[in-house]
């Protein structure tokens, strides 16, 4: 028996039950904080259901796990990929917007100002082999991305200002390739390494790639590149957990797959380590307000989980994890724990 609880600085606003009898799932990828409200998915046989704060919302037909979720005054937007088949749909309030039954979202749906978007690729069949067309989508209108005709592939997609950026293999170029716009900027990656996944953020002035790298006769490294600073490896074995930038600042947290070997925050090109057999379970669990980072670490053998506050802990009376970390304009941080 357990429940999602809502801190707001420590204390606690909201509990709600968790199990298939209350449609509410402890996956922390499940649940999020938006505008002070908890809202769920839950995938039942045949439905997928909306909450809000414990309640349903909406419920429609089909298995969907939802990569992305927005509210304004109009409703409840999720993008969601089908649990057991491609494509994937953009709804309002469960009311289908955009739909595909081929091809791939790139599994985020975020605001660009004031607008709603999100991006996707969408195969196509020509005369001599099947080719990736790539779709940006604001508010529901689509546009196709006009690539350059030497891109092999496109790892991901999104937007910021108005201006689409997207990281691309291209023909002749060793390492991947960043386009912001019409610009483009080459990620000098070690000699003999190779990019094997990755996620592209964008923030004001920085632009930021996370992913994951090989190089022969090394395991998988996670990475960072920025537009200011480059290129940076991470210590071998540490996966990269939580990642973004806010107001001009990247910052991540990184797990350790072992017991005895600290995880790390990483916070403008500073690296600290946190607490022995503490680990990040999910990927929002690092936010920023007024310049200062936090993060919701949760305890591998089962200890009382901590919130890191630019370097220092705070220990959580509660048996559980940290599903996420959210800030709001007022500079309070709220916790979702599963106790």
Request: proline share 4%; hydrophobic share 35%.
């Amino acid at each position: 028996k357990c429940s999602l609880v809502v801190l707001a600085n420590g204390l606690p606003m909201m509990k709600v039950p968790v199990g298939d009898e209350y449609e509410t799932s402890s996956d922390p990828d499940m649940h999020r904080m938006i505008g002070g409200h908890l809202y769920t998915d839950y995938s039942t046989d045949s439905e997928t259901v909306i909450k809000m704060d414990g309640k349903v919302l909406f419920r429609y037909s089909g298995k969907e796990r939802i990569c992305g979720m927005l509210v304004d005054s109009s409703g409840v937007y999720t993008l969601g990929h089908p649990r057991d088949t491609d494509g994937f749909t953009y709804r309002r309030n469960g009311e289908i917007l955009l739909e595909r039954s081929g091809g791939r979202s790139f599994e985020r749906l975020y605001r660009d100002g004031a607008d709603i978007c999100f991006s996707f690729s969408e195969p196509v069949a020509s005369s001599v082999e099947e080719i990736e067309r790539y779709y940006h989508v604001r508010n529901g209108e689509i546009t196709q991305v006009a690539l350059r005709e030497d891109v092999k592939k496109v790892w991901d997609m999104t937007s910021d200002e108005g201006i689409v950026y997207y990281v691309a293999d291209i023909i002749g170029v060793d390492d991947p390739v960043v386009f912001a716009g019409t610009g483009m900027t080459v990620m000098d990656m070690p000699e003999s390494s190779s990019m094997i996944g990755c996620r592209i953020l964008a923030d004001s002035d920085v632009v930021c790639v996370e992913g994951v790298s090989l190089s022969q006769g090394r395991p998988l490294n996670a990475f960072l590149w920025t537009n200011s600073n480059g290129y940076y490896a991470f210590k071998t074995g540490l996966t990269m957990s939580s990642a973004n930038c806010s107001g001009g600042s990247v910052f991540c947290v990184l797990n350790s797959p072992s017991l005895t070997i600290c995880g790390q925050v990483y916070f403008n090109g500073d690296i600290v380590s946190v607490p022995f057999k503490y680990t990040s379970m999910s990927s929002r669990t690092a936010a920023m307000a007024d310049g200062i980072l936090y993060v919701g670490l949760s305890s591998k053998p089962g200890a009382k989980p901590q919130i890191w506050k630019d370097g220092k802990l705070e220990k959580l009376d509660y048996n559980g994890y940290i599903c996420s970390v959210t800030t709001n304009k007022d500079q309070a941080s709220q916790e979702t724990v599963l106790d």
